[in-house]
């Protein structure tokens, strides 16, 4: 462990510019524990949190732009914490600047409230969700995105709740900004929810025959939704084109493979990829983000490979980024979703899978969605979404979906050059009574913030 770091020290002869603070460190017990940087040069203090170990654990503080050439870094815990000890510490330039984005899913909250849940504080006080979120450590909210959701002269929108579709969304996204938070948005490109099986086209687009037609539909939606966000001062700086988009977008017409018809658009059958048309798809959408705001960073986001050892599962993930660059499809950022769960992975297959994925020069990348079961079942005893945790090996309850986040943010931040910029949960918000990620959430069953906000809280 080298020298132990208890407390504060100042390090001072720095040259002015960006640096990291790495350490080993080992604890136990359930309370908070943090080694940080700060003084120096008017920026907020940068931490990073203790994940429980009872190994020496590396550790990364990473993005501090010393200004004055010196600096103050240290290790704290609460008064709740046990057993935190922090050695072989050591500031060093590193030359990158780095943003560590942490939030989650808001877009089932005008549902969720309209239900009568409330959201409130730890302590039980009730208070407006977002406010909770940023005082909790949130700077980030993501929203998704239907064309028409909820529609009952439709199928398969009529299968979905009528929320989050375009006035829900820029109301929803008025509130995120009115806190401060950052923006992530994700076109679904569909009335109902997209993934690698199934992309439906929106019933408006359903007569369209023609690839031409369909390219243009797209590209028109998003520049349009995108300048409707503008226009009410909530440009997003991050934007996902498609949801866990493995298989394509749109099918037919933008298949990355063959695939069987989906049970919600039997007709949008996959017979052979496509990539020449995924590809323009892609390009297309991303020139429609860009035209509104040039600033606006593009994702393209897929799951991650279930069952994959990390080098099958970066290896499906780089290929797939490969076709899209070599068939005119363009992205500033790497998406992936990571649940143990499904994908039968822990966090330290997931940190090894981020290395491969980010190699060379590699795009950088972000975690889109995680989740954890902070309860086995939900409020009726019956399995949620999540039948269990997979390999990761914490407990069910509140503390083991903490401590699961700790160990997922300290190794986002050791993923090799930075290049890993964070996570966004899914789903924090819906605690709507025996919804499908009820035990899942940030809230628990009475609308109280739970303890793995603090993941949040002493990271950044």
Known sequence: MGEVLSGSREVVGLADGYYSLSALAMKSGGGNCFISVKDYGGEPERMTALPVSDQPTPLVVRGVHVIGGRATIGAYSDAGATDCVVGSARLEESGVPYQYLKGGDVTEVTRTEASGKIYREVDGTAKDPFQILVDHGYNIARLRVYNDPGNPNYFPSREMPPY???????????????????????????????????????????????FAEVKSAMANFTQNFMHRMAAQGTTPEFVSIGNESNGGLLYPFGCAWPLPASPQCPSAVCTTGNWPQLGELYGAAYDSVKAVSPAS????????????????????????????????????????????????????????TANLATGADSKPLLIMETGYNWNPTRQDGTLGQLTNNGPAPYPSTPQGQKDFLLELSAAIKRVQGGKCIGSLYWDPMNIIENSQVSNTAMFDFDGKALPSFDAYQFNN
Request: glycine letters at 8%.
């Open 164 to 210: 989050g579709g375009p006035e829900d969304v820029l109301q929803l996204a008025k509130r995120a900004k009115a806190v401060g938070l950052m923006l992530e948005l994700t076109f679904h490109y569909s009335d109902y929810w997209t993934n690698a099986g199934t992309q439906c086209l929106p019933h408006e687009w359903a007569s369209l025959t023609t």
């Open 297 to 352: 960073q593009v994702i393209i986001h897929l799951a991650y490979q279930n069952g994959a050892v990390p080098s099958q599962a970066a290896g499906a993930f780089n290929s797939y980024f490969a076709k899209v660059s070599a068939n005119g499809g363009k992205f500033d950022i790497k998406g992936l979703s990571y649940y143990p769960f499904w994908t039968r992975s822990n966090v330290a297959q997931l940190e090894a």
